[in-house]
């Protein structure tokens, strides 16, 4: 048996078909990732050019940034100059106190500018961070919304949603941030060196010569900080998955009494994090250790032989103090800059994880020149020679060599086995994939043919869990069909069984249910999700165990409500437990991907195959 299913799973495609497509994990959130330095494209900073790209859409913020960035990098080397008047001038002999007043408010003055330039530069950079991650949330999210239920297999919602967060907050701090203090210490330290060249050139040549000594440790340990740091993020998003997924599940967390062992389990998830981001520390402390050394050494030479100069009467003590004071800045300036380097390595990081997100392709799209459905719905499915293999279990056909024809209005129960290929069915139906070989037609066009968007608009689900959102009762019920009525509403909740239980809601349909729905019970939740559906008002019903967490009393009335439904609609029901689906047109039995039987329900049971078998273990528990 093992060896039949092996060989149906990787049956040769039929000719003329395009390969499967099949998804890849993202490079960071693969399986065993570990903190291996990542390929060559990952160590420099043109990740970034995506960030920067979504930043240009707003010259004029960028304009007022840049101006207010040059005013105040302008004042900043002007205060030193002001002190080299000071010094020459109010503390000469000849000099009167107007003199001396003259010369402190120049320096008041200066010291205003830069403040109203600080401001307006923090003003304008902040909101073009804020705006820019704004937009590629926003643009992420899009194209998230875009990729088929197969991405989602092979990559962790949670993980991805780590990247929204964190990562997004690295790429406002570089936007909002370091790039403007980048450009700010570059200017002021082109601009002190240029005066100190003009000042004094023989003293600015030893600064000079200790440039490409300072560039040569930043650039080394750039590298490896870059790789750290993208491995540092990675951790950092293990941490918040982890998180997510133990406080999903307290109740079973603490049903099992596994508080400690869960404990010990995030312990050694938040030690895995602060040991990578140790080494990011140590390499970016060591970086900025050796950098200040060489600066500043280069600066204590260089005072040390203007020191000689004053003393042999070549430039005077104002030179000497404008000299020292533009020095350091400029050393400050360089020296922040290699923080800056290793900031912007980091934002490099985490552009480029989510970049991955943004170039996603979606496997399932509708095509160039789609073919229109037929109007009216008419609601008829076709399935011929059908094989799939889910993109994450490529080695196991769920369905193999599947044809079943599904009339206008017929009502198909499909029974079977757990991991028969029932829900499969309902995935290819609303077209969450493709099959590998078979085609599947809807009013006799092809899915494929067809846009995924107009096939599902012909689709009601009620999945077997009822799932609900975080909103109102209102916005649930109306999540098919948004322009839907009040009163259309209520009709669907009564015929679903839920009028009774959300009239009694603190706030009526304005409600808000929780996240999940976690205000409603389990029984409730599904019955919202039933009226949700019968609101759709669709001409294909899939319904998946949809009675599944009903009470006895609850399933007859919404099975009553649901009889009424069926009338003129083709409807899908998966049903376990058959009591449900005995009045069913046809009920299709599924095992290991094939139909084994079909027909009625005294038909089947009378065959004595395993829909009988079923049907027996069941009624015979029914009657113990």
Do not use: C
């Amino acid at each position: 048996m093992h060896g039949e299913t092996s060989q149906d799973a990787h049956t040769a495609q039929p000719a003329g078909e395009g390969p499967e497509p099949v998804y890849t994990p993202l490079e960071t959130l693969a399986p065993g990732a570990d903190e291996a330095e990542p390929a060559p494209k990952s160590r420099n900073l043109a990740p970034l050019r995506m960030v920067f790209g979504a930043a240009v859409q707003y010259p004029r913020e960028i304009g007022f940034a840049l101006l207010a960035l040059l005013i105040t990098s302008a004042a900043t080397l002007a205060i030193p100059y002001r002190f080299k008047v000071i010094i020459d001038e109010a503390f000469g002999g000849s000099t009167t106190p107007d003199d001396i007043a003259h010369a402190f408010q120049y320096l008041l003055m200066i010291v205003v500018i830069l403040g109203i330039g600080t401001a307006l530069r923090f003003y304008f950079v902040s909101w073009l961070g804020e705006r820019v991650v704004a937009d590629i949330r926003l643009k992420v999210q899009q194209n998230l919304l875009r990729l088929s239920p197969g991405f989602y297999e092979v990559n962790s919602p949670k993980e991805i949603s780590s990247r929204m967060t964190s990562d997004t907050a690295i790429i406002e701090n570089v936007v909002g941030t370091t790039v403007s203090v980048a450009l700010r210490n570059s200017l002021t330290a082109i601009g002190g060196i240029g005066l100190l060249i003009y000042l004094a050139p023989s003293l600015t040549l030893g600064l000079l010569i200790g440039i490409p000594i300072v560039i040569a440790p930043i650039v080394f340990f750039g590298r490896k900080i870059r790789a750290v740091s993208r491995s540092s993020q990675d951790r950092i998003a293990d941490v918040g998955a982890y998180v997510t997924e133990v406080l999903s599940a307290m109740k079973i967390v603490q049903s099992f009494g596994q508080e400690k062992r869960e404990g010990e389990r995030f312990a050694s998830v938040v030690e895995e994090t602060f040991a990578t981001a140790r080494k990011r520390i140590i390499l970016r402390a060591a970086m900025t250790s050796v950098v200040i050394l060489l600066v500043f050494g280069a600066i204590t030479l260089a005072m040390w032989r203007g020191a000689l100069a004053v003393n042999e009467g070549t430039i005077t003590p104002g030179d000497m103090g404008f000299f020292v004071f533009t020095g350091i800045l400029v050393a400050g300036a360089l020296g922040s800059l290699t923080e800056v380097y290793g900031d912007l390595l980091r934002g490099a990081g985490a552009a480029s994880r989510l970049a991955e997100l943004l170039e996603a392709k979606p496997d399932i799209a509708p095509p160039a020149r789609p073919e229109r459905l037929p109007e009216p719905a008419r609601g008829s499915l076709s399935f011929r020679n059908v094989t799939f293999r889910y993109p994450a279990r490529p080695e196991t056909a769920a369905l193999r060599d599947f044809t079943l024809e599904i009339e206008p209005g017929e009502t198909i129960a499909i029974v079977g086995p757990s991991g028969a290929g029932k829900s499969t069915i309902f995935q290819l139906v609303e077209r969450f994939y493709d099959p590998q070989g078979g085609t599947i037609r809807l009013d006799g066009v092809p899915l494929t043919s067809a846009d995924p968007g107009e096939v599902r608009s012909r689709i009601a689900l009620v999945p077997q869990d009822g799932v609900l959102f975080s909103a109102n009762a209102r916005d649930n019920l109306r999540y098919g069909k948004w322009d839907a009525t009040d009163a259309d509403i209520w009709d669907a909740a009564r015929a679903a069984n839920a009028e009774t239980f959300l009239r009694a809601l603190p706030n009526g349909l304005d409600t808000y249910l929780g996240e999940g729905g976690t205000q409603l019970s389990g029984g409730q939740q599904q019955r919202v999700a039933i009226a949700r559906a019968l609101l759709r008002d669709a001409p294909i019903l899939l319904l998946d165990e949809a009675t599944s967490a009903l009470d006895a009393e609850s399933e007859q009335l919404v099975q009553q409500a649901l009889e009424g439904l069926m009338q003129n609609r083709t409807t899908l029901v998966i049903a376990h437990r058959l009591a449900t689906v005995r009045a069913a047109d046809r009920i299709v039995v599924l095992d290991e991907g094939r139909i084994v039987e079909q027909g009625t329900h005294d038909a089947l049971s009378k065959a004595g195959g395993l829909y009988a078998r079923l049907a027996k273990l069941q009624f015979a528990d029914t009657a113990a």
